[in-house]
C-alpha cells in the first residue's frame, strides 16, 4: 500500500516534469535561438550557441524602431492603469461609502461594462475617435483602454471598500477631517492591495493587447511592441535569428515582472474571474 | 438660531451631494462616452448603408439578411461561426481536460507544485502576438523545430500551417499551450475550497483516485467549472490575434482557418489587398456576433448555475 502510494506519486511528479518541460522548452529555444546565426539555426536546432554573441539582438535595437515601440508600450499602459486605478477607486469610494440614491443604478452601470466585448464596438468607436480627432493617437488608445479598465477597477475597489470598519472614517470625522483628507490619510492606505491586483489585472491585457492599436494607430512611431512586433516580423523574415532575438527581447519584460511578481500575477488575473 | 442650523444643514448636505458627483463623474464621463455611446451606436449603424465613415441610408434589416442568406456573405458567415465551433469544443476538451488533471494533480501539493504553477502561467502572461510567431516559427515546414524533432524518430512531418486540414488544429494546440495555465489556476482554487474534511472521509471510505475526482471534486468544482466554460466560449467566438498571427486575415490557406473575428474585421475595414471598409455589414456582423455570445452564454450561465446547485 505504502509502496504503491510512493509509486504513484513517483509517476505523477515525472508527468508533472513532462509537463513542466513542454510548457518552459520552446521559450527556452526562444531565448537560445536569439544567440545563433541562420546557419546555426538550421544546422543544429537544438543546440546550445556557438558563442552568447548579442549580434541580433544589437541589431533589433539599432536598426528597428524597437525602443520606440517598447516606449510607447511601456508609456499607454502606465497612464492607462495609473488613470483607470484612481478613477475607478474614486467612483468605488463614492459607491462604498455613502448612502445617496442611484447609488444602485451607477454601480449597475460599470458593472454592466464587464459583461460587453468593447471590441465589438469597435466601429462606432472608431468614428468617434475620428470625431474627436483621436485616430492614430496615443490618448485615444489610452482613452479605450481606460473604458474598458473600469468595470473591473469598480468592481474590485467597491467589493473592498466596502469591508473597511465604518468607526475608521466616523473617528477622522470628528477629529475634523475633510471628508478628502478621510479618503487620502485614513481609508486609501488600506486598500492598496486591492489596488495591487486591479493594477495588475489591467496592465498585463494592456500590455499584451494588439487589436485595438491595430485598428486605431498608424503612424509607424506611435505603434506599440505586439503592434511593432508584426511589422518586424514581416521586414526581417529571411533573418531568423534576429527574429528570434525580437521576440525574446519583446517577451523579456513582463516575464521578468512575473518572476518577481508571480504571487500577485496569478491572484490578480485569475481573481477577476472567480471574484 | 434653527433657520441659521437648517441653512447650515442645507448646505452640509449639498457639499456632500457634490463631493459625491466629484468622485463619480471622471468615471462615468469616460464610461459614456467610451462604452455606452459606442455600444448603442453599434446597433443603430447595422441598420444603415456607409458612404465611407459616415452612415447614410436609413435600410432595415438589409445588412442582417445579406450577412446571413446572400452570397457571397452567407457562404464565410457560415463558414467561420462552424470554425469557432470547432475551436471552442476543441479547447473544452484538449485545453480545459488537461487544465483539470493539471489542477487535480497540483492539489496533492507533491514537492514542486507552487514552482509548477507559476511554470504553467508563464505562458499566460505572454501576448497572443509572440506566442503566435513563437509558434510560427517552430511550425514551419523546412526550417521548424516541430519537423525537427519529428525527423530525429524518423517521422516526416507535415507543413502545419500551409495544409488545410491541419492548420485549424496547429492554431488551437498553440491557444491550447498558452492558455492552459489559466484554466488550471482558476479549477485548483475551486478545489482548494473543498474543505479537507471531505477529502479526508472519501479518502478513507477508500476511494481511490480516479473515485475522488470524478465523484467529489468534479461535481464540487462546478461553479470553477461555469466559470471556465463561459469565458472559453466568449474567447473561442472573439477569437482575433492568433489567427491573425498565424494565419493572416484570410484565414489561409484557403480560408481554413478563417474565424468570425478575422472576418468580422476583414469586412469592416477592408482587408490588404482590396483596403475597402464596409461599416455597414461590419456592423450587422458585430450585432449578431454580440448578439449570439449573450445569448448563448445566458442560457449556458442559467444551466451550469443549476447544476451547481444541484451537487
Redesign the interface.
Known amino acids: 500500500m505504502q509502496h504503491g502510494e510512493r509509486l504513484k506519486n513517483g509517476l505523477i511528479q515525472f508527468l508533472l516534469i513532462v509537463n513542466a518541460f513542454i510548457m518552459l522548452y520552446p521559450l527556452v529555444v526562444m531565448v537560445l535561438s536569439a544567440f545563433k546565426t541562420n546557419a546555426e539555426l538550421f544546422a543544429s536546432p537544438f543546440a546550445l550557441p556557438e558563442s552568447f554573441s548579442l549580434a541580433n539582438a544589437g541589431r533589433v535595437w539599432s536598426e528597428t524602431n524597437f525602443v520606440r515601440y517598447l516606449l510607447n508600450s511601456v508609456t499607454i499602459t502606465a497612464v492607462s492603469v495609473v488613470v483607470i486605478v484612481v478613477f475607478g477607486t474614486m467612483a468605488a469610494y463614492a459607491i462604498a461609502r455613502y448612502r445617496f440614491r442611484l447609488s444602485g443604478a451607477v454601480f449597475m452601470f460599470f458593472l454592466s461594462g464587464l459583461m460587453v466585448p468593447l471590441k465589438l464596438a469597435i466601429i462606432p468607436l472608431f468614428i468617434q475617435l475620428d470625431l474627436l480627432g483621436l485616430i492614430d493617437t496615443r490618448l485615444g488608445l489610452v482613452l479605450v483602454y481606460v473604458a474598458m479598465g473600469l468595470p473591473s477597477a469598480v468592481f474590485i475597489m467597491t467589493g473592498f471598500l466596502r469591508t473597511l470598519p465604518g468607526e475608521l472614517e466616523e473617528s477622522a470625522r470628528i477629529e475634523g477631517a475633510s471628508e478628502l483628507r478621510t479618503m487620502l490619510q485614513v481609508m486609501l492606505p488600506l486598500a492598496r492591495p486591492a489596488m495591487v491586483i486591479a493594477a495588475i489585472q489591467n496592465a498585463v491585457p494592456i500590455w499584451n493587447d494588439f487589436f485595438f492599436p491595430l485598428v486605431f494607430i498608424s503612424t509607424d512611431r506611435l505603434k506599440t511592441l505586439p503592434q511593432g512586433l508584426t511589422v518586424f516580423m514581416g521586414e526581417y523574415n529571411t533573418d531568423w535569428g534576429v527574429l528570434f532575438a525580437g521576440l525574446t527581447l519583446s517577451a523579456l519584460p513582463i516575464t521578468l515582472v512575473y518572476i518577481v511578481l508571480s504571487r500577485q500575477f496569478i491572484a490578480g488575473l485569475t481573481q477577476g474571474a472567480i471574484k | 438660531m434653527t433657520t441659521d442650523r437648517l441653512r447650515r444643514a442645507a448646505l452640509a448636505r449639498r457639499k456632500?451631494?457634490l463631493?459625491?458627483a466629484?468622485?463619480?463623474a471622471?468615471?462615468?464621463i469616460?464610461?459614456g462616452?467610451?462604452?455606452?455611446?459606442?455600444?448603442l451606436?453599434?446597433f443603430r449603424?447595422a441598420f444603415y448603408s456607409f458612404h465611407g465613415?459616415?452612415p447614410a441610408d436609413f435600410i432595415g434589416l438589409r445588412n442582417f439578411t445579406e450577412v446571413l442568406t446572400e452570397a457571397p456573405f452567407a457562404d464565410w458567415t457560415w463558414r467561420a461561426l462552424r470554425h469557432n465551433g470547432v475551436v471552442f469544443a476543441a479547447l473544452m476538451v484538449a485545453q480545459n481536460g488537461l487544465a483539470f488533471l493539471?489542477a487535480f494533480?497540483l492539489l496533492?501539493a507533491?514537492?514542486?507544485?507552487r514552482?509548477?504553477?507559476?511554470?504553467?502561467?508563464?505562458?499566460?502572461?505572454?501576448?497572443?502576438?509572440?506566442v503566435g510567431?513563437?509558434?510560427k516559427?517552430?511550425l514551419h515546414p523546412l526550417?521548424g523545430?516541430v519537423n525537427?524533432?519529428l525527423a530525429l524518430v524518423g517521422v516526416q512531418g507535415l507543413p502545419w500551417l500551409g495544409d488545410e486540414r491541419t492548420a485549424l488544429g496547429a492554431i488551437i494546440f498553440t491557444n491550447a499551450?498558452h492558455w492552459v495555465?489559466?484554466p488550471a489556476?482558476?479549477f485548483l482554487?475551486?478545489m482548494q475550497r473543498i474543505s479537507k474534511e471531505t477529502l479526508e472521509a472519501a479518502r478513507i471510505d477508500g476511494a481511490g483516485?480516479w473515485r475522488l475526482m470524478t465523484g467529489i471534486i468534479w461535481p464540487l468544482v462546478a461553479p470553477?467549472t461555469t466559470?471556465v466554460f463561459i469565458?472559453t466560449f466568449?474567447g473561442s467566438f472573439?477569437w482575433?490575434?492568433l489567427p491573425?498571427?498565424m494565419a493572416g486575415l484570410n484565414g489561409s490557406p484557403g480560408g481554413a482557418t478563417d474565424v468570425l473575428?478575422l472576418y468580422f474585421y476583414r469586412t469592416?475595414?477592408g482587408n490588404v489587398t482590396s483596403g475597402l471598409q464596409d461599416?455597414g455589414h461590419?456592423?450587422a456582423l458585430?450585432?449578431l456576433?454580440?448578439l449570439f455570445?449573450?445569448i448563448v452564454s445566458g442560457l449556458a450561465l442559467r444551466v451550469l448555475r443549476r447544476r451547481e446547485i444541484q451537487v
Do not use: T
Open positions: 456632500r451631494s463631493w459625491i466629484v468622485l463619480l471622471p468615471g462615468l469616460v464610461m462616452l467610451f462604452v455606452a455611446a459606442p455600444l451606436s453599434a449603424y465613415l459616415a493539471i494533480v496533492k507533491l514537492p514542486g507544485h514552482l509548477h504553477q507559476v511554470i504553467v502561467f508563464l505562458p499566460v502572461v505572454l501576448s497572443a502576438v509572440i510567431f513563437l509558434w516559427l517552430f526550417f523545430l525537427a524533432a499551450w495555465g489559466f489556476l482558476i482554487a475551486g483516485d470553477a466559470i469565458l466568449i472573439n482575433f490575434e491573425y498571427v473575428g469592416a475595414f461599416f461590419g456592423s458585430a450585432v456576433m454580440f455570445i449573450a
